[in-house]
C-alpha cells in the first residue's frame, strides 16, 4: 500500500512512519523542504514554488494528514492562536487541492482533530455519538478542520477524522512537560486534580490510523483515547509512582493561568472521553492502562 502523509515529520507522523514501513507499506511524507528519499519512505516537497507533488502521489491508496502548528508550542498569544487554526486550513486547502488534482485518488483521507471538540466537563461522557460541541478557541478549531476535511467526499473519498487525546510519548507531546515537575521532586496536584485526562499511548494512535485505513467501513469522527481515561490527581499519582517520585505538591489554578495563559485550559480543564468506534469494530489497544503505558515510556 502507498501511503501520503503531511505533517509526517511530527510526534505521531514518525511514528505511523516506522509502523507502516515495518508492515512493509510506502510512504510519501510531504515536506517543505529537500531531503533524500530512500524507499521504503519517499519524500515529496510541497507548499513551495518549485514544488510539483502532484506528479508522485497519484495511484496513492490512503492519505493521513497532521499537517499543522503543534498546541503545545509556545504561548498562546492571539498571533499564535492565529497560527495554529491557519496552518491547519491552509494545509488541508492544499491537500484538498491535490486531491482533486490526481487522477488516481486515494480510497480514504484520515484527518487529524481533537477531543478538544467536546466542551471541557467533570461529569459528561463523550462518545462520537455526542452532538456537544465546544465553544472556545479549539473547540472551533477542530470542528472547522473537520468540516473543510469532508469536502474531500465530494471526490469520492472516504474521510475520517481522528479526534486525538493527550497523547503520551517520552520525547515529545504534554508528557515531558507533565513529567518535569515530578523529575524536580515538586510534583503534585493540578488545579482541583477533578478534570479528566483522556489520554492514548503514541503506539496506539498511529495503531489506530492504520486500522480505520484498513476497515472500508469506518468514516467520519473517530475519539482516539485509552478506555481508561483518569482525573488529574490520579494521573499525577500514577505518573509519580512510574517516575519513583513524590506527588504531594499542589499547583494552583491562578498559578498556571498566570504561566500559561489560554494555553492552561489543556491542563485545567478536561473531557472524559470514549473510543466507541474504535471499540465498536474491534480495536485493541495495545496500552489500554495508564500505569503499563507509562512503564512502557519510561522503561
Given amino acids: 500500500m502507498k501511503v501520503a502523509i503531511t505533517g509526517g515529520s511530527g510526534f505521531v507522523g514518525q511514528e505511523l512512519t516506522k509502523q507502516l514501513t515495518e508492515n512493509g507499506h510506502e510512504v510519501y511524507i510531504l515536506t517543505r523542504s529537500n531531503h533524500p528519499s530512500n524507499a521504503p519512505i519517499h519524500m ?21 494528514n497532521l499537517a499543522g502548528v503543534s498546541i503545545n508550542e509556545g504561548r498562546w498569544t492571539e498571533q499564535q492562536k492565529l497560527n495554529i487554526y491557519d496552518s491547519r486550513m491552509k494545509a488541508t486547502d492544499e491537500v484538498l487541492y491535490l486531491l482533486e488534482k ?11 482533530s481533537a477531543i478538544g471538540i467536546y466542551p471541557p466537563s467533570e461529569h459528561a461522557t463523550y462518545t462520537e455519538n455526542s452532538l456537544q460541541h465546544g465553544t472556545d478557541f479549539l473547540a472551533k478549531t477542530v470542528t472547522d478542520w473537520e468540516e473543510k476535511a469532508s469536502v474531500a467526499e465530494k471526490f469520492g473519498i472516504r474521510v475520517a477524522s481522528g479526534r486525538f ?3 503520551l510519548g517520552k520525547e515529545s507531546g504534554a508528557l515531558p512537560l507533565m ?5 524536580m521532586g515538586v510534583g503534585g496536584r493540578v488545579g482541583s486534580g477533578k478534570q479528566w485526562v483522556s489520554w492514548v499511548h503514541v503506539t496506539d494512535v498511529a495503531k489506530a490510523i492504520l486500522f480505520v485505513i484498513e476497515h472500508k467501513d469506518f468514516k467520519g469522527p ?5 478506555p481508561d481515561p483518569k482525573q488529574m490527581n490520579e494521573f499525577g499519582t500514577i505518573l509519580g509512582d512510574v517516575l519513583h517520585r513524590p506527588h504531594w505538591m499542589p499547583v494552583p489554578s491562578f498559578a498556571l493561568k498566570l504561566a500559561l495563559g489560554d494555553k492552561s485550559q489543556l491542563v ?11 471499540l465498536t469494530h474491534g480495536f485493541k489497544f495495545t496500552f489500554p492502562d495508564l500505569r503499563n503505558a507509562l512503564q512502557n515510556i519510561y522503561a
Avoid: R
Fill in 179 to 183: 513529567a518535569l515537575p515530578y523529575k
Fill in 102 to 112: 490526481v487522477k488516481q485518488k486515494p480510497s480514504v483521507l484520515v484527518n487529524a
Fill in 165 to 167: 487525546g493527550i497523547i
Fill in 222 to 226: 473517530f475519539n482516539v483515547t485509552s
Fill in 44 to 64: 515529496v516537497k510541497w507548499l513551495s514554488d518549485d514544488a510539483n507533488p502532484e506528479q508522485y502521489l497519484n495511484g496513492i491508496d490512503a492519505w493521513i
Fill in 268 to 278: 485545567l480543564e478536561g473531557q472524559h472521553v470514549l473510543p466507541e468506534k474504535l
